[in-house]
């Protein structure tokens, strides 16, 4: 296996030429080394995509003979989610590699003067990234119909808190943007070992993540609440007598449902476990089993697992590495097969690469006639459908009140406008249902506005009754008022303007040409929008 070395001289020279590289573009080059055996080529990036939290950084292969411009050459894609002690952290600081860790690689944060000492490079030292570089590259593996398939691998690396949204927007706003063209749709994998393991297992949690995925392979899960039923309290240690876990009870296991009726609901994702049964803490084994009971309780064979003892390859983990042995390609452990034959006998219904809508920004303000307008612009769209607009009055109960086409497809700058001329309360809550032409979706930020009416107090008698009908609007404040009557429908039915000059305005409707029945009273204006019912006998 090749190593990787830096001077702390061409740890310097490497920032400076980071700094000449940067400009406005997100993805870094740091590091690019061919395969052994040259069949392909690894490129480790630091902050690869920025609009991922914490989830900045990336190692990629690609075979020989990829090519961006191939319109018609397609490759599975295998997503790999690397452990707790390889995820990015501010405080990893440059070392000669003597470090059980790995060598951290330098990256020159905002200038010259201001560096960290990010720990992307760390991860060669888990299984995938590392035999990336050797002969355990996945090129050519054995598939259906005798057929041989070369990986685009992308191991993912997070923040050891990062919460699985930052894992999704790292893989649909950059792994899937960038290889858009490149990606089998049908053959999308995830994998990852403890931490990692536990991450592509909670990716299933939501049904259209887990449309996307062919099939799973964690290793050595790794996770805690609110995704799995149980949890550890006092993990074990490591050595040759471990402390036993303390196990405690999740308050929410919605996740852990989520997970388990996600597969079972499934007519294609394939899930395989892969566990030392003397595992340190017995954490892993014991969350594995845990999905592997409840799965196949409900669908007997939905799950697989590998739970016997094997040799241990990592002399730092010598009980949790169970990973050595599940990703060697010379190992047929699955069914006869290797990790990587095995995924290939799983695909997906998928004929395109979920793109979601980048929304660029969205803001709801109130317009002159007392309504609402809804801005929006996107500056990435993929296989989209429309948005829908919802509202709310209290922030949690939301229903559709319009839908706007979208462009469908682009990586231009598009503005959208939607406006909401129907308000019958004080305090709206809007968001944005971004459907793609699938049917899946996703929400934007809730957006709140409130209209404060600016200290004025209004007055409506007689409600009911016979007469006509005055509305008094009492306080200090000035300027020009709209009122429309409205009908049950959300039709306007009339519309008159007078100028409040003083303390005190009287407005008496002419309500001689409307039916017996419920209306509406919208008084709108600058900082104003009130509404009040009243009753035509």
Known sequence: MKSITISRSLAFALGLLLLTMRSDAQQVLEYTENAAGNVGTTYWYTDSYTAAGGCRNTVEFL??????NDPTTKYP???????????????????????????KAPRLKENIFTWTWPSIIKVQTQPIPRFLLTYYSPVNVPGPASQTYSFIVVTVQCGPNDVI??????????????????????????????????????????????????????????TECPYTPEFIS???????????????????????TAIVQNVVNSTT?????????????????????????????LQPGKAGGYFNPVAPSDPFDPTHDAWGRAYDPFISDYNGKNMYSWLLDYQSNNTLIPLPVRLRDFTVARNSLGGVNLKWTTDLEQHTSHFSIERSVDGIHFSSIGTVRSAGNSSSLRNYVFIDDAILTEELFYRLKMVDIDGRYEYSPVKKIGFRNRGLKFVLSPNPGIGPVQLVI????????????????????????KEKTRNSLQWQPDLSGLTSGLYFIRISGDQVNHTLKFVKP
Not at 184 to 211: C, H, M, N, Q
Not at 269 to 297: E, M, Q, T, W, Y
Not at 483 to 488: E, M, R
Request: hydrophobic residues 35%; proline residues 9%; negative net charge.
């Open 63 to 68: 075979p020989n003979g990829f090519n961006f």
């Open 77 to 103: 894609l295998l997503i790999f989610f690397p452990g707790k002690n390889q995820t990015a952290s501010p405080t990893d600081i440059f070392n000669n590699g003597s470090n059980p860790e790995g060598l």
């Open 165 to 222: 949204a930052d894992y999704d927007k790292m893989i649909k706003g950059y792994v899937f943007e960038k290889y858009k063209d490149k990606i089998d749709p049908t053959r999308i994998y995830l994998t990852g070992l403890s931490l990692g393991g536990g991450k592509a297992v909670e990716y299933l949690a939501d049904p259209s993540r887990a449309a996307t995925i062919a099939a799973i392979a964690p290793v050595a899960t790794g």
């Open 234 to 256: 006092t993990p074990g240690v490591l050595g040759p007598s471990p402390v036993p876990p303390v196990w405690s009870p999740c308050p929410d296991q919605s996740q852990f």
């Open 269 to 297: 994702i394939g899930v395989f476990f892969n566990h030392n049964l003397n595992d340190r803490s017995d954490a892993p084994v014991k969350i594995s089993n845990f999905f592997f009971n409840a799965i196949n309780a």
């Open 474 to 497: 009492e306080g200090e404040a000035r300027g020009l008022l709209t009122f429309h009557i409205i009908d049950q429908t959300g039709r306007e039915l009339i519309r008159e303007k």
